[in-house]
């Protein structure tokens, strides 16, 4: 057996070979090129010597394997190489599935893409039963098509329909849905996972296939009727225009049984031809902002020149080191946001302590955590689990013992700055003291501070369960070592951290409050609530300004608004609407009826010519200004923050880089 560089072969006394997959310089496994063309001289050499069973698992700590090397898609210079490309994993994972002897994939950690391809090719598989665990194909959030196999063989193990669920949206499901789905022989605590994985190989059990009635999901007549289906709800949700490739995921399964290959270059739905597209370019791109958003809570070096902070070495207090996971957080305020911030370090497994002025005041919170819990762990216990570590707190007893404190109290400056001088004094020196302020500037509220340079501003999205961004907030005086202590408090809750400068509106509020109040504007014209939504939807916005006013708040919305433009008069409809009492979905009223607990929509009406870029106008221009002041440190983060914080348009790649595409904006030198 010949030596590799990324992958180790070891063979046992009962005759099972264990393929370890440790790709090297690396601290993730992709399959690049390399690791592809390793990977079949392996499969090559066990064919002159075949074990009694392989095992193949991943040398690294942090997961299986994320997938294919999204830096080689942007190295393709042509069509040929694309194909190239995909046949390569195509290859590959058929000489697996061929293989005389059984072959299982022992899953721990993510389990992505090409990995999860892999994984499919393997007559077995065993997952291990941790949260860090997920499995998906999530190339359609990419632009692009699952191409080495997933589209033919997911659908033939757990039928079409829970298969084309998870193909069209590129959602992960956890160890125990994948067992529950078939997609799992098993599903096993990590200090057994060896032997579950052994014992497999040994039984020998029938090869998983779709059970009887799915299995008619497969039949060539019946599958264009299942197509028809999911086109329809994939239309609701993405246009084709601009995301073409669900659409050519569910051509390529009904015409072409799964093989990306089979189809044309001159089709569509060929790989050839998406990889071609800049909506596979933009999405790439926005992955890849995505990463970088990852790495300012790993690495403290990588926000060095995004911090606008304080200098290093000026540290006045003991602080909590980096890489020390949180694990009591103290949250002030039990509204929307305080309670669902308080929720969601619960899901991520963090005890939390919950405080408000009594306790009828927390039920309303206590009452959302479970739904969520509920909807997101579909396991009872689990979520009792979740509930049982939100502790409500009346007295604030928990801030001496918190990690992180978080303040969510309403939009009053007075207020915060009361309440953060009796949470200075009651912390602990080395506990982080955040506000979640949309609106304040933090040398405000830190004004009241006997030592301003620990407050830190968190600012979360409404609703959390769904934004994953975090604007990671700083003042002048603000400590430079705080902000990679946010940023890693951060990851560790699942979120994206952004560190923006302390300014009105930070950057997302700034740039989508005039976005919302020309909307609004629309409205006090007589323009329908539903035409303006459908304007930008045309565009490409995941939801319409009006709908997303009532979601974030309309009190909210006039205070942001407010404060970035102090002369501006409100739109007419916004003050009538608060003067009432209707803020939106959080009190079942606003532009819409929210009874239901959706926006209660009549039919929008034809879109009037000019109105689409009305209403984008105003959050193009204002990306620009925010660029320009350096609100954050470069153009790449701005449309970072758009597009996680706003929901832009994903498939432009932001706003700066959509106008940078036409021409209207030159990045300065060095970005992009």
């Not at 942001?560 to 609407?577: C, F, I, Q, Y």
Request: proline share 7%.
């Amino acid at each position: 057996m010949q030596a590799f560089h990324h992958w180790k072969t070891e063979r046992a006394i009962d005759g099972i070979a264990w393929l370890t997959l440790d790709k090297a310089d690396s601290s993730t496994n992709t399959l690049s090129a390399a690791v592809l063309e390793e990977f079949r001289a392996v499969l090559g050499d066990l064919a002159a010597d075949p074990p009694k069973g392989l095992v193949i698992r991943s040398g690294k700590s942090n997961g299986f394997i994320a997938g294919a090397d999204i830096d080689e898609f942007g190295q393709l210079k042509n069509v040929d190489e694309a194909v190239a490309l995909v046949r390569r994993g195509w290859d590959a994972f058929n000489q697996l599935e061929a293989t005389p002897y059984p072959t299982l994939a022992l899953v721990r950690g993510f389990c992505l893409g090409g990995g999860m391809e892999l994984a499919l090719a393997c007559r077995y598989r065993v997952v291990v039963d941790e949260p860090a665990t997920r499995l998906g194909l999530p190339e359609v959030m990419l632009g692009i098509v699952p191409g080495w196999g997933g589209i033919r063989r997911l659908p033939r193990l757990i039928g079409a329909p829970a298969a084309l669920d998870l193909l069209l949206s590129g959602k992960t499901i956890d160890a125990r849905r994948a067992k529950k789905l078939g997609l799992a022989d098993e599903c096993v605590p990590p200090r057994v996972m060896e032997n579950a994985a052994r014992g497999v190989l040994f039984a020998h059990p029938t090869l998983r296939r779709a059970p009887f009635p799915l299995s008619l999901s497969l039949a060539g007549p019946i599958r264009p009727i299942i197509a028809a289906q999911a086109r329809k709800q994939v239309e609701k949700r993405a246009r084709r225009e601009h995301y073409p490739a669900p659409y050519a995921i569910l051509d390529i399964w009904v015409k072409y049984d799964g093989d990306a290959l089979a189809a044309p270059a001159t089709d569509s739905a060929s790989v050839a031809h998406l990889l071609q597209t800049p909506t596979a370019a933009n999405l790439i791109r926005v992955f890849k902002l995505q990463e970088r958003l990852k790495s300012f809570g790993r690495d403290s070096d990588a926000l060095t020149s995004v911090s606008s902070s304080r200098e290093r070495g000026e540290q006045n207090e003991p602080l909590r080191d980096l890489h020390r996971p949180a694990q009591h957080v103290h949250v002030v305020g039990a509204g929307t946001m305080g309670g669902d911030i308080a929720a969601w370090c619960a899901l991520r497994g963090l005890t939390v302590t919950l405080q408000d002025q009594n306790a009828e005041r927390l039920a309303p919170a206590f009452a959302r955590a479970a739904g969520l819990f509920a909807e997101r762990l579909k396991d009872p216990l689990r979520a009792r689990d979740a509930l049982d570590r939100i502790i409500p707190d009346v007295a604030g007893d928990g801030v001496g013992r918190a990690d992180v404190i978080i303040e969510a109290i309403f939009e009053n400056l007075e207020a915060k700055q009361q309440l953060f001088k009796h949470l200075e004094t009651k912390a602990r020196p080395d506990a982080l003291l955040a506000t979640n302020t949309s609106s304040i500037p933090l040398e405000k509220i830190g004004a009241a501070l006997a030592d301003p340079s620990r407050l830190v501003g968190l600012h979360f999205f409404n609703p959390v369960p769904r934004m994953m961004l975090v604007e990671i907030v700083s003042s002048a005086d603000t400590l430079a070592s705080l902000v990679p202590q946010a940023a890693a408090f951060t990851r560790q809750i699942d979120k994206l951290p952004l560190p923006v400068k302390s300014a009105p509106g930070f950057l997302v509020n700034r740039i989508l409050a005039p976005y919302l109040m020309e909307a609004m504007r629309c409205v006090d014209e007589g323009i329908a609530p539903e035409t303006v939504d459908e304007a930008a939807l045309a565009f490409g916005m995941p939801v319409g300004p009006i709908e997303l006013a009532d979601t974030v708040g309309l009190d909210i919305c006039l205070a942001v608004g407010k404060m970035l433009d102090p002369d501006a008069n409100s739109p007419k409809r916004l003050t009538e609407l608060i003067a009432a009492g209707n803020l939106g979905r959080k009190t079942k009223r606003g532009f819409y009826d929210w009874s239901s607990g959706k926006a209660a929509k009549g039919p929008a009406g034809s879109v009037p010519d000019g109105l689409t870029d009305r209403l984008i106008r105003p959050l193009l221009d204002e990306a620009q200004a925010a660029m320009a002041e350096h609100i954050v440190a470069d153009a790449d983060l701005v449309d970072a923050g758009a597009i996680f914080g706003t929901g832009f348009a994903p498939f432009t790649g932001g706003p700066l880089h959509y106008l940078a595409s036409r021409g209207e904006f030159v990045p300065p030198s060095g970005q992009r």
